[in-house]
């Protein structure tokens, strides 16, 4: 196996059908919290997590620090650290190697004026940041690290949890000071929108959000460093929503967003992936419906990390969304019992079976074809996609290479192969591609029909 990314035929296809594979983290969690902020230290290879809103008494914030090193959740006890708050973002600074926080709610359980102070976290310990300037006073903002330009970015917000009333305005941390951008275009006052910055593309996306006036919203918009630039999204969107969260996928160069609430407080269970045009909704195992949770993704594991939130009740777990993807793409061609048709439930993950099924096959036929390789763009120097009526197989499409080829029992029309990932980390992200054959004498030369593909990418 070697490390590759998807093919340009391949990805466009991809993004119809994905099934996302999320898990719960068995580990002893951190006190249950809403609004919660999470990020990464890529310093110390961590998760990071800060504040919270109480769910128990004594109401309030917290003020702890805590980290997840990939098995479970530590606390930290730093010699400095910022004051309680909650709906605060931190966001990680590649060119400066910290974790930044801006603001936050105020602590207090009848809320009252936002904080306004700037921290860096650098893996061990906290240092507050005396700026000349600062966003003024605002929580549940929307943030994220422009790479390109080293900058966080920050937008919208509310100035105080006791009053209604959404914030407007862009502003940029370099590391040194606060700077309020004026920009032609701007989505208008939001607060608890779903913000990351597109990697691949080098913008920063936002999604949703709510404010006083309108309600939420299901809009996507983009920001270059100069303007905000409403999407023209083509296809499906996903339902307008407020208290989701977004990051971006280093593995797939994709924006992911999970969660959130319509106007009416009722939680999502939904994962959505945006390649810069198009939004795909990533089906497969879900956690619970939940809004108001922190998320992180963390780019040396290839996992996106949730914890806390709410829907009718707090949740105190920590889900993992673990990068294992399979995604169909392609079509079989006929033959004596219809197209034969591959499938897959879940993504491929270290240690564990991996099993896809392949149907319509002739019933009479006690076994079938499952090839597995490890490209969709050539094959023994020959481009893929690739007719396969040289082959004898007329009509039909050969879309992997052949580099295994397995038999697994068929009976009735059905067979199942299944194979166990290695537990190697470095499978992590690796891609595979898997086409099946319904062995069926006579409909051609050859004596077979070739189904769908696969493409897989290999999760923790």
């Known amino acids: 196996m070697h490390t590759r990314l998807l093919s340009p035929f391949v990805f466009p296809v991809l993004c119809s059908a994905a099934l996302a594979q999320w898990h719960q983290a068995a580990t002893v969690s951190p006190p249950p919290r809403t609004f919660p902020a999470l990020g990464v230290h890529l310093g110390t290879g961590q998760v990071v997590m800060f504040g919270g809103m109480r769910t128990a008494a004594p109401l309030g ?43 936050g709610q105020n602590p207090s359980p009848i809320g009252g004026l936002s904080l306004s102070d700037t921290w860096e976290w650098d893996g061990t310990n906290w240092t507050q940041i005396a700026t000349a300037h600062n966003a003024g006073a605002r929580g549940r903002y929307m943030a994220a690290y422009d790479v390109a330009r080293g900058r966080t970015v920050l937008y919208g917000g509310m100035a105080n949890s006791m009053l209604v009333g959404a914030l407007n305005g862009t502003w940029e941390y370099n590391g040194v000071d606060w700077t309020q951008v004026t920009t032609a275009a701007s989505p208008g006052p939001l607060q608890d929108a779903a913000m990351c910055y597109d990697l691949a593309r080098q913008r920063t996306v936002m999604f949703g959000g709510s404010n006083q006036n309108t309600g939420v919203t299901d809009t996507t918009w983009r920001y270059d460093g100069v303007n905000w630039t409403q999407v023209a999204v083509s296809g499906p969107r996903p339902p307008g929503r407020w208290q989701a969260q977004m990051v971006f996928d280093t593995m797939r160069n994709v924006c992911v967003m999970h969660g959130g609430a319509d106007n009416n407080g009722v939680p999502f269970d939904d994962t959505w992936a945006f390649d810069g045009t198009r939004w795909t909704q990533l089906h497969g195992a879900a956690t619970p419906p939940q809004r108001a949770f922190g998320f992180a993704f963390d780019p040396l594991r290839a996992v996106g990390v949730v914890f806390g939130g709410t829907n009718s009740s707090v949740i105190p777990d920590t ?116 086409q099946g054959a319904s062995l069926d004498p006579g409909v051609n030369p050859f004596g077979a029909v070739l189904s769908n593909a696969l493409s897989m990418t290999i999760g923790w």
């Open 319 to 434: 889900f993992v969304y673990d990068g294992a993807l399979v995604t169909p793409f392609g079509s079989g061609c006929p033959g004596s019992s219809g197209v034969p048709q591959l499938a897959a439930t879940a993504g491929p993950r270290l240690g564990l079976p991996f099993q896809v099924t392949l149907t319509n096959l002739l019933p009479s036929m006690p076994v079938a074809a499952v090839a597995t390789g490890f490209s969709a763009t050539s094959y023994n120097g020959v481009p893929l996609p690739a007719d396969a009526s040289p082959l004898g197989i007329t009509g039909c499409t050969l879309y992997v290479a052949l580099d295994m080829i397995d038999l697994p029992s068929a009976a009735s029309g059905t067979a199942v192969h299944s194979v166990t990932v290695p537990n190697n980390t470095a499978l992590v992200g690796v891609s595979a591609f898997m």
């Open 61 to 103: 914030s917290f003020a702890e620090t805590w980290t997840w090193d990939g098995s479970g959740w530590t606390q930290q006890f730093p010699a400095n650290a910022p004051s309680a708050r909650s709906g605060a973002v931190l966001v990680y600074d590649l060119a400066r190697n910290v974790t930044v926080l801006y603001g």
